[in-house]
């Protein structure tokens, strides 16, 4: 079992709260940044506006703006992003892969083996860190207005395409449409078995094992966890394993890693869910040579973070990025492919 830690790996889901409010009945009225800025102690008014501006907060059900006066029995809902978590983000000089870059936002190519964010065992060396270090350099007289938010996440050990905000404002309005479903994603992963249908759909809680908690875990009558939809369509049919492209609607913690293990199909290679022992072919010592070849050039879960799709915070304008499969998934396609071939 691996030593991994789900802490330090949420998803976009579990980045934002949603708030409920109803406005008591003898309440003088109010501008609601005013209201909420009294209900919500440890959120500053400027995000409470920023949230406004991104059109999270509703009252009966309709976007306002921060100068909307609150009436009694008003019902008050609002999506915002979790406050920065309580660690200094140290500026580091780490290589990173940025695809584009632009005032408000910028999208990273994630290496493999990289974390996200500090916490728990991993106070320095993550990609916040980096680009930290990446804004201080760039935008020298800039650096106070300048951040990196978080809007989603992907595992450590999972490679792939991520959003990063640079200000409050742009972070809202992309967690808006996280939240929403609204977000186009699409992964590439290696799994065991083979499929009979050449695509499908999996829904199922998913949440923390409760015999585990360092794993994930899906409970298909809904007694726990959150609602979670995974499309997959077959790419390849490798024999033993196959190549699938995954298309998430929610985003929970090891989303694709947990349904696929409840389908019987867990990731090549994911000690976390057991994919890390060979689960399908045959008995012959030079198979089990070669399977073990191949977790020697993939030792993670193979799966990639392929395109995201978003509406950009600012221009209103669709943007797409789309990245190559890395070097480590790639070999073990192609040897699985050689594989088959001369069996």
Same mark, same amino acid.
Request: hydrophobic share 35%; net charge neutral.
């Given at each position: 079992?691996?030593?991994?830690?789900?802490?330090?790996?949420?998803?976009?889901?579990?980045?934002?709260?949603?708030?409920?409010?109803?406005?008591?009945?003898?309440?003088?009225?109010?501008?609601?940044?005013?209201?909420?800025?009294?209900?919500?102690?440890? /959120?500053?008014?400027?995000?409470?506006?920023?949230?406004?501006?991104?059109?999270?907060?509703?009252?009966?059900?309709?976007?306002?703006?921060?100068?909307?006066?609150?009436? @009694?029995? +008003?019902?008050?809902?609002?999506?915002?992003?979790?406050?920065?978590?309580?660690?200094?983000?140290?500026?580091?000089?780490?290589?990173?892969?940025?695809?584009?870059?632009?005032?408000?936002?910028?999208?990273?190519?994630?290496?493999?083996?990289?974390?996200?964010?500090?916490?728990?065992?991993?106070?320095?060396?993550?990609?916040?860190?980096?680009?930290?270090?990446?804004?201080?350099?760039?935008? @020298?007289?800039?650096?106070?207005?300048?951040?990196?938010?978080?809007? #989603?996440?992907?595992?450590?050990?999972?490679?792939?395409?991520?959003?990063?905000?640079?200000?409050?404002?742009?972070?809202?309005?992309?967690?808006?449409?996280? %939240?929403? #479903? /609204?977000?186009?994603?699409?992964?590439?992963?290696?799994?065991?078995? +083979?499929?009979?249908?050449?695509?499908? /759909?999996?829904?199922?809680?998913?949440?923390?094992?409760?015999?585990?908690?360092?794993?994930?875990?899906?409970? @298909?009558?809904?007694?726990?966890?959150?609602?979670?939809?995974?499309?997959?369509?077959?790419?390849?049919?490798?024999? *033993?394993? /196959?190549?699938?492209?995954?298309?998430?609607?929610?985003?929970?913690?090891?989303?694709?890693?947990?349904?696929?293990?409840?389908?019987? #199909?867990?990731?090549?290679? +994911?000690?976390? *869910?057991?994919? +890390?022992?060979?689960?399908?072919?045959?008995?012959?010592?030079?198979?089990?040579?070669?399977?073990?070849?191949? %977790?020697?050039?993939?030792?993670?879960?193979?799966?990639?973070?392929?395109?995201?799709?978003?509406?950009?915070?600012?221009?209103?304008?669709?943007?797409?990025?789309?990245?190559?499969? @890395?070097?480590?998934?790639?070999?073990?396609?192609?040897?699985?492919?050689?594989?088959?071939?001369?069996?």
């Amino acid at each position: 079992m691996s030593e991994e830690i789900i802490n330090d790996e949420n998803t976009e889901q579990e980045l934002f709260e949603h708030f409920r409010f109803e406005a008591e009945p003898g309440l003088k009225i109010v501008r609601i940044d005013k209201f909420l800025s009294g209900k919500m102690l440890n /959120t500053s008014r400027s995000r409470i506006q920023n949230a406004a501006k991104a059109g999270t907060i509703l009252v009966n059900g309709k976007a306002v703006k921060s100068n909307y006066k609150v009436k @009694p029995k +008003d019902i008050i809902s609002v999506v915002m992003s979790h406050p920065p978590r309580d660690v200094e983000i140290i500026p580091q000089d780490i290589p990173i892969d940025i695809m584009y870059e632009d005032e408000d936002i910028i999208v990273v190519h994630k290496a493999a083996g990289m974390v996200v964010h500090p916490g728990h065992n991993n106070y320095d060396g993550t990609l916040l860190n980096a680009l930290r270090f990446h804004i201080d350099q760039k935008y @020298p007289d800039h650096r106070a207005e300048m951040e990196a938010n978080l809007v #989603h996440r992907i595992d450590k050990d999972t490679s792939g395409v991520l959003l990063v905000a640079k200000n409050e404002l742009a972070q809202a309005r992309l967690g808006k449409q996280f %939240f929403d #479903h /609204t977000i186009e994603r699409k992964y590439i992963a290696l799994v065991w078995g +083979d499929f009979k249908e050449d695509e499908g /759909t999996i829904e199922g809680h998913i949440g923390r094992s409760l015999k585990d908690r360092r794993v994930m875990t899906v409970f @298909p009558d809904g007694e726990y966890g959150k609602s979670a939809i995974t499309h997959y369509k077959v790419i390849e049919r490798l024999g *033993y394993v /196959t190549a699938i492209q995954c298309q998430l609607e929610t985003g929970r913690t090891h989303q694709i890693r947990a349904h696929m293990k409840y389908i019987g #199909h867990p990731l090549f290679s +994911d000690a976390t *869910y057991g994919g +890390d022992q060979i689960l399908k072919g045959t008995t012959f010592t030079k198979y089990k040579q070669f399977v073990n070849n191949c %977790f020697k050039l993939i030792p993670r879960q193979a799966l990639h973070a392929k395109s995201l799709g978003f509406v950009h915070p600012s221009t209103g304008e669709y943007m797409f990025f789309d990245s190559e499969l @890395p070097e480590d998934m790639q070999a073990v396609f192609e040897k699985w492919r050689n594989y088959r071939v001369g069996e």
